[in-house]
């Protein structure tokens, strides 16, 4: 298929395309695949199938079985074996299936992944990307519907990321596999395919920095913070509340580790209230990062302490109550509430 | 054709080894792989035509299976492929939020089940809907885990059937510890002794904890019997991409034996699953049985097998359908006439209304639920956590009611 | 080697004895297995050698190998084994023999440990306790002297706890044992044989309840928590701070998972500033969970933010620069002179 | 005596399974564990009393072999020897955190390693200071991991040696990606092929990674060998603790060759080594190597093998000595003379002089390593934890230069 190409102003051709999240991941590593004959993507299924989401759909019969590898079922092999093509020179783009499936491969990426670099004194290059499809909301049994990329954001040498829109999934997946480090790459499983979610894709555009978060909403009345598929439910939440003039400044995290809280300051200086929201449980994760850094740098502007809205310290339930688990514009706008009423 | 070494050579220093990255021409025959044959070693009491055929090594061990016993093993094989095509169109009519279907497995469930006794427990992976109902486990209980109302609620200590485990391979690790458990407390020994049965498929085999399970019951001489039903199939990878050697030869590398069994053969699972069940018994486990068998449907009801797998292998397969070759051999021996095929089959048909009807009415578990059971001994936060979020939700309630 | 024994004030006897941690932790152990045949110790080199640590010394001898697992090099297999014979009703009790070896088996933790009580609706019980010795502080190469335990207080469904003096040790690991909850049970290594920290244990005694932080020194100018091998930090900090007339009130937490901060919250509403000291890298922590709790729930009370003293968020370092990496009595003081002076 | 089936029988259904929990008498000789033997299948060409034993099979690699070419093996074998014991040595002294001593295991390290050639791989663990030394790189250039100053300093890509590894099992997983990215590259095929030797010791074969290794080399063709080194003990526990089965027959289950070989035969390494890089290099890879040797120190410097082990076996091991056999084989067939081994001495004398003056004179690392190369590309974070630090230190330099 091939997409609309025509001239920007500058004259160079632009190519924008109408693209869900997941086309957008696939386009970004088919881009990737073309720029560079080392990346490979390794997974489970990630070949004639395509990945289970269709997220390397057609790139195997493309670029053949060298470069797009059907994996024995063996995630902690997964890794493993990216670690070593790396050694070699490869840029190695892992799929781990569901998020429930990382932690046969959490030795690898905590012992070897995220330390050779360290160890070897530089030496040794990590260009690994793992992508993970994480979330819930899609009606699945158990393990498929988690949200752990806490662990991966406390375990230094790695870097984590999350993207939340088709134009940052095609950007963020590009530069993922260009960065030199180890990246964990978390992909809101439950968006892939939102076709209310689909959006213009300059896939020839120069974008910014992938280390970096983005106000996607300006407001006054208090500042709320998400990644992920809970970007969607900040700036649902956003809309609902302007309703009630309350104004919501929405700040999408994108880079989970290193943070890049600069942006969510500044807005806290002016707003002087933060909800923070994830899916993820609270006890000991990203959230409570964030709350600990925010009442350090921004003592004197909080008119109330940070409040999460995160799922709940439980193990991931059944679906059929995954709606009351997840935050959902409810509890986000019940907690701006509180925030205001403080 | 598919022989004891497929892939490669045993013995180091001799020619140049046959690698899994170019299959001999004959291991891809019109691009069908060469997989529908168990080859040589493989164990079979009755052929696809229904034919016995005779073990002086495994027939001591279905002496006992009379014509009734084999009507039984019929029966079970019919209802539980009922249950699981009544459950796999409920869930295309959205009751259930997916479904992993069995069809072509029956005989390697049904036979390896009926050959635990009470004592033994099973370690399942999540497509042992068969198995569960040899263990006494009824499909509505199944259902739950499906229409992710719950995680699996039956009593794994009544049925001796541990819930169902979908991480791959971990399982496998839990039935060895529980098998050592059975020998610490003396229960092995003679042919009174306890025993444990782990379930997983052919891709699990390349798990780390598929092999560390093999050596600590190695090691540890646990009774348990490992029951790879090598399918063909990890979703859309063969089992090319998992080993180069027939699966029951893995068990050579760890110094306990390993065996093929044709999987679409009830009786021949029964046998070899009762011979591996008593040895492990008398405390000379563990053992490791390969069935042999295909997916005859896709991965569960998400997946699309087109994409991946030709239909020719399909067809090739339902030559070899479990329940055929034992309905064949019924009738030909005189052990049952027309009526008692009839009879089965409407005792699967009152199965499966029974099942619809269940699955129809199952109620949504309360929101309350997500809170119970995280801990046996409580935990003050999440108890506060619970309270304050039903106190939320009541809060709607009334105003929902307020207005 | 028998005790001393003696009649307490009310006829009952008695049995005071001076240990170390470890020495505690050995007796905790015999005294567990010695109250239930079903406490079986699992773990590389538990048997004859007694452990690297020797927590496990002498245990074979007298309880026999079907009681002293010494275990296949495998941790997976450690966890996934006790699992199953949790299910069958043992109380294994798991030896990771340093805490950068945990990881091949986090996954079943995190997968079935964790879960198989939600799972199965409570009708599994877990009784599972894993040691683990961690910490640095000790001159060992990577992977022996890290601190993980914010990975397992992420997670639902685990207990963790940490334990600081000889007769917190003795008590705690009897306790954790016979809980029906999986407890990660953390051991400060560096302090296993401290002669200095040696105290009299009555191992007799009625102990207090296992999930609950201790106040361990009162004071009114700040508060410092801390946990594990940080405890001793803080203590000999407030002893130095106490000569410039500086009151630090020092609680250790003891119980990581479940925390107990209502003692925390109720000192700083007292002395309005709290330091929290901890080895592990901080990003997305347990100190970054104590900041985000407490900031919310003593929101009015803080004149400081609070304060994180951490190792930093970089892998372990060579042990020639642990010095400089961990927390210590100068690195808590400059907190709380920060914290004093916000 | 061990043989090939040592704990087991290797086909199903004759008579009780000689099980790991109850040893033949013959395998327990007054409390000598019968491992001083390799079996039947043991691959030696030079024996203990230094003979040379000819195979038809293995010779062949080993012609290039001279009497010069047998002394530089021998100097290596001494030389690494001496670096081993100096460093153990300045361990006691205070000048090393921990030593982890490879004394026995001389042949092994040496024989594999002088196998390599420069376009090969090789990933160790932790204790191949032996294999190290034949890849260039310098025994002062590790002394740093064990001085606790850094964690491998040297250049893995010019030595073709990567950075130890700790985590039992990890390195192989690594090594079979990278001998997967020499064939992607096209570097497989033909004597020129490049190839990765990996090492692990018999404990670290109980590791899921460790099969996950094999599986992946398996099914990619990878050049890997594997090369466990088998020295009987993982700290406290024997070799009985992680297998029933002699280790080199664990491949039987994944359909490549496993070969045993007499881990203090540095002849019979080089040679068995050689064949199986030389089956990668040509494709038909891989290969699993058991070296069978013996651990003839404690496990580290920390580690006292008199809780776990008799002195018997050690002096049983001892009449195996790989230098000794090496040094017997010179002088028999004059292959060397004694002012030859006078002066290998005196070479060992100054390089452990050299070693020891490095050692007393490395200088720590500044404060400020710690931040140095976590990342690649920098983390802002990082880098102000880092300044703010290196600040706060440089505080206390001024309050003390300030007095
Ligand atoms: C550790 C882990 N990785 C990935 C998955 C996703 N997954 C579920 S089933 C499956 C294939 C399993 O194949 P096999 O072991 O042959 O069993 P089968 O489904 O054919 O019965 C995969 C990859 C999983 N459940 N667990
Ligand atoms: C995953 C893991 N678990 C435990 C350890 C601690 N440990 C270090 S060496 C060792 C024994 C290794 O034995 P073996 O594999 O035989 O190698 P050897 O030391 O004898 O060379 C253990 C248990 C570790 N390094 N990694
Ligand atoms: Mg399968
Ligand atoms: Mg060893």
Redesign the interface.
């Known amino acids: 298929m091939s997409a609309p190409t025509k001239a920007g102003v500058d004259g160079t051709s632009t190519n924008v395309q109408n693209l869900t999240i997941g086309k957008a991941l696939n386009l970004g590593l088919r881009a990737a695949m073309e720029a560079d004959d080392k990346v490979i993507i390794m997974g ?2 990630v ?4 990945g ?1 989401f269709r997220i390397t759909d057609g790139l195997q019969k493309d670029f053949g079985e060298q470069r797009v590898l ?5 995630e ?2 997964i890794i493993g074996a990216a670690v070593g093509l790396a050694v070699r020179g490869f840029r190695p783009v892992c799929e781990i299936q569901f998020e ?2 990382i ?2 491969g959490f030795d690898q990426i905590v012992s070897q992944l995220a330390k050779l670099h360290y160890r070897s004194q530089g030496r040794i290059k990590m260009p690994v990307v793992i992508r993970v499809p994480f979330g819930g909301g899609i ?5 498929h519907s988690e949200s752990p990329e806490s662990l991966f954001a406390h375990v230094p040498g790695l870097k984590v990321v999350s993207c939340s829109n088709p134009a940052d999934a095609h950007w963020m997946i590009r530069q993922a596999i260009e960065c030199d480090d180890p990246v964990l790459f978390f992909e809101p499983k439950k968006l892939y395919h939102s076709g209310a979610l689909k959006a213009p894709v300059d896939t020839t555009a120069t974008p910014g920095p992938l280390f970096a978060s983005s106000v996607l909403r300006t407001g006054t009345s208090a500042t709320v913070v998400a990644y992920g598929p809970s970007v969607k439910v900040a700036l649902d939440a956003a809309t609902a509340a302007a309703e009630d003039d309350i104004s919501l400044e929405v700040i999408d995290l994108r880079t989970l580790s290193p943070l890049d809280l600069d942006p969510v300051f500044e807005s806290v200086r002016k707003t002087g209230r933060l909800v923070a929201v994830s899916e993820a449980s609270s006890e000991s994760s990203l959230t409570s990062e964030i709350a600990a850094r925010v009442q350090q740098e921004c003592f004197y502007s909080l008119e109330a302490p940070v409040l999460r809205v995160t799922g ?4 991931y ?5 995954e709606e ?2 997840l935050p959902d514009l ?2 986000v706008l ?1 907690a701006v509430d509180r925030s205001l009423a403080w | 054709m598919s022989s004891d ?1 497929q ?2 050579r ?4 001799e020619g ?2 046959v ?3 170019q299959p001999s021409p004959e291991q891809v025959i019109a691009g069908l792989r060469a997989t529908s044959e168990g080859g040589s070693d493989l164990t079979q009491l009755l052929t696809p035509e229904g034919q016995r055929v005779h073990s002086p ?1 495994f027939d001591p061990y279905v002496a006992d299976i009379d014509g009734k016993a084999l009507q039984d093993l019929y029966r079970d094989m019919v209802i539980v492929r009922r249950g699981d095509r009544e459950a796999n169109a409920m869930q295309r009519q959205g009751q259930l ?2 479904w992993v279907p069995l069809l072509g497995q029956e005989a390697a469930q049904v036979g390896s089940g009926r050959a635990m006794k009470p004592g033994d427990m099973a ?1 399942p992976s ?1 497509r042992e809907h068969g198995v569960a109902y040899t263990r006494g486990v009824d499909f509505r209980e199944l259902l ?10 039956w ?3 009544k049925h001796g059937f ?2 169902y ?6 399982q ?11 020998k ?2 003396g229960k092995v020994g003679d042919e009174d002794g306890q025993a444990t049965v782990t379930y997983f498929g052919d ?11 093999f ?2 019951a ?4 646990a009774p348990v019997v490992f029951f790879c039903q090598n399918n063909q199939w ?4 063969p089992t ?6 027939p699966l029951y ?11 093929r069994v044709d999987g679409n053969d009830v009786l021949g699972c029964l046998a070899v699953t009762r ?1 591996a069940l008593e ?1 492990c018994r ?3 486990g563990p ?1 490791l049985i390969e069935a042999f068998t295909y997916r005859m449907d896709a991965h569960t009801t ?3 097998p087109t ?2 797998r030709l239909s020719d292998e399909l067809e090739e397969w339902k030559l070899k359908d479990p329940i055929e070759r034992v309905r064949a051999y019924l009738a030909r021996s005189g052990f049952a006439d027309q009526a008692f095929f009839d009879e089965v089959d409407a005792e699967a048909d009152r199965f499966a209304a029974e099942l619809r009807d269940y699955c129809f009415n199952m109620p ?2 309360p ?1 309350s ?9 409580g ?4 108890d506060k ?2 309270e304050e ?1 039903l106190s ?2 009541a809060g ?1 309630a009334e105003t929902a009611g307020g207005h």
């Not at chain 2, 499906?146 to 699996?152: E, I, L, P, V």
């Not at chain 2, 485990?165 to 971990?170: C, L």
């Open positions: 489970e299924d070949g004639k199938l395509g289970v059907d994996t024995p079922l063996s902690s092999g429930g499936f932690f046969p009606g699945a049994v158990e393990h709940f310290d439980t193990p339930p059944p679906a059929k109550l009351y688990f409810d509890r019940d | 070494e892939w490669t045993p013995e180091p220093g140049p080894a690698v899994a990255g090594q939020g997916i370690f999540y739950g885990i499906f229409r992710c109302s719950d995680q699996g609620g009593d794994f200590k541990h819930p485990t979908i991480v791959i391979g971990n496998v690790l839990n039935a060895a510890g529980y098998a050592m458990g059975q610490f407390e891709g699990a085999t390349s798990q780390g904890d598929v092999h560390e399970g050596v600590w190695a090691v540890y001489d990890a979703i859309s990878e090319e991409r998992q080993s180069r050697l030869q893995r068990a050579r590398g760890y110094g306990f034996p390993g065996i011979w040895e008398h405390g000379n053992v998400t997946d699309d994409r991946y949504d578990p929101p639920r997500i809170f119970d059971n995280v801990y046996a001994e935990n003050p936060l999440l956590q619970r979020y939320y939700l709607f």
